[in-house]
Each structure stands twice: as structure tokens, then as C-alpha cells.
């Protein structure tokens, strides 16, 4: 299942560097970009446990500083290589035959897609914290990618409380980007983004620290760690 989840993680990569012109390349062994990679987003996955140093650097943009590259299976070591860890999670899972969540999305908030640009726009300062820069991450032509849901919640006073990305390949779900806003209990997200995953299909992603606590309570397991190297010149 990480195999899944990090193809599935890679597909949701490749999904935000097409929307901003860009695509990557995928191998058996690896997702790579030649060219560096929207801000959070690394240059590189690993998709199998034996994708080896030379499968991930020989496909990314070495001239300029700042390459990262995400080791989905925490087997590699590049620190020979310029690299050093930048930060240690869990993958995450969540079986499709599981019930619907104890926690329960407040009765007075509705998750739904986000349906044009104007409410992606306001979903990425939410999701940012009213940083336009990070918020400018998030383009209209996301919305036009069949794989790519980004989910809102809505308050009654129509205000984004929580929201997350939705990364569907038929054969999982990823969730990405969560974020709970205004308060809102992270579980209580988590719960709501999970009620727009169709039925049936296992649902995966990551997360690490106090944010992994709130997953767990909606009924993932952790399956297993990943780790971001950082290229010691960014």
C-alpha cells in the first residue's frame, strides 16, 4: 500500500506542475521534474523501495539551488550528494470498506468541490492563511484535471472552515493539503474532506507531528515512513 500511496502522491505532484506548465516523468522507479518545482512541492518521488540515488538526481534540475526530493520509502542516503533530511512522516491508510467516521461534521457545515476560480481563489488564502504568494500556488487549471478535487467546507456563514485536496486514480484516494481554519477541530476535517471520497475506495496520504493524531482518529493506520531530503544550497 505505500507503493500506492506514493504513486498516488506523485500523480498529485505532477498535477500542480502541469497546471503551472510543467509536467514531470514517470519511471517504474521514480517521479521526477526537470525543472524546479512549484514552493512545498519536491522534484522528485521515489515509487519503488529499490529506486536507487541515480534514478531520482539524473531526472532533476541540479543547476539551481533549493532540489528536494521525496523518499517515500526512507531508504536512500543522499547526503553524499549534497542533501541533507528536511523533515520525517508517516504514510497513512485508511480502508475503503470502513464506516463513516465517529467524528461528526457539525450539522451547521457542508463539504463540497470547489466549482470555479473565484472559490479556488478564496479555498488557497484559506488554506494559506492569507498568504497571497503560497495562495498564488493553487491555479484555475487544476480544476480542469479529472483526477483533482479540491474540497471545501463551508460554514453557515459561508466562510471556508476546513478544506484538502482530493487526488482520485481509480485504484485510491490521496488527501493532501488538509487544513482546518477558524478553529475547526482537524478531525472534524478530516471527517468532512472523507465524505467526498467515493465509496469503497481506500483512502491514503501522510502526515507527521500533531497533525497525524487527527488522522488516526478518523480511522487511518500508519503504514510506514517517508522522508524529504533538502539540497544543502537551497
Known amino acids: 500500500m505505500i507503493s500506492e500511496a506514493a504513486i498516488n502522491n506523485a500523480e498529485w505532484c505532477d498535477a500542480m506542475c502541469r497546471a503551472q506548465g510543467h509536467p514531470g516523468n514517470f519511471t517504474r522507479s521514480a517521479w521526477t521534474n526537470g525543472r524546479r518545482t512549484p514552493l512545498y512541492y519536491p522534484d522528485a518521488v521515489t515509487l519503488s523501495a529499490d529506486a536507487s540515488v541515480r534514478d531520482v538526481l539524473d531526472g532533476i534540475d541540479r543547476s539551481t539551488p533549493g532540489a528536494s526530493v521525496k523518499d517515500s520509502f526512507a531508504c536512500l542516503d543522499l547526503t553524499a550528494e549534497g542533501f541533507r533530511p528536511l523533515f520525517e512522516a508517516r504514510w497513512i491508510h485508511r480502508p475503503g470498506w ?13 463539504w463540497r468541490p ?3 476560480a473565484a472559490e479556488l481563489a478564496a479555498w488557497a ?7 497571497a504568494d503560497e495562495a498564488a ?13 479540491v474540497a471545501a467546507g463551508y460554514g453557515a456563514d459561508g466562510r471556508i472552515t476546513g478544506g484538502a485536496v482530493l487526488t482520485d486514480n481509480g ?3 490521496g488527501v493532501s493539503n488538509l487544513f482546518a481554519a477558524d478553529g ?11 465524505t467526498l471520497v467515493d465509496a469503497g475506495s481506500p483512502v491514503v496520504g501522510y502526515e507527521s507531528g500533531d497533525d497525524l493524531p487527527p488522522a488516526l482518529a478518523v480511522g487511518f493506520e500508519e503504514l510506514g515512513p517517508l522522508r524529504v531530503w533538502l539540497a544543502t544550497d537551497a
Not at 125 to 131: E, I, L, Q, V, Y
Not at 184 to 194: I, N, Q, R, S
Open 98 to 110: 470502513l464506516p463513516a467516521p465517529e467524528v461528526a461534521v457539525p450539522a451547521d457545515t457542508s
Open 114 to 116: 470547489v466549482r470555479d
Open 125 to 131: 488564502m484559506a488554506w494559506s492563511g492569507g498568504d
Open 137 to 149: 500556488l493553487f491555479r484555475a487549471e487544476l480544476l480542469a484535471d479529472p483526477a483533482t478535487k
Open 171 to 173: 485504484r485510491v484516494t
Open 184 to 194: 475547526t477541530d482537524p478531525a472534524e476535517a478530516w471527517a468532512g474532506c472523507l
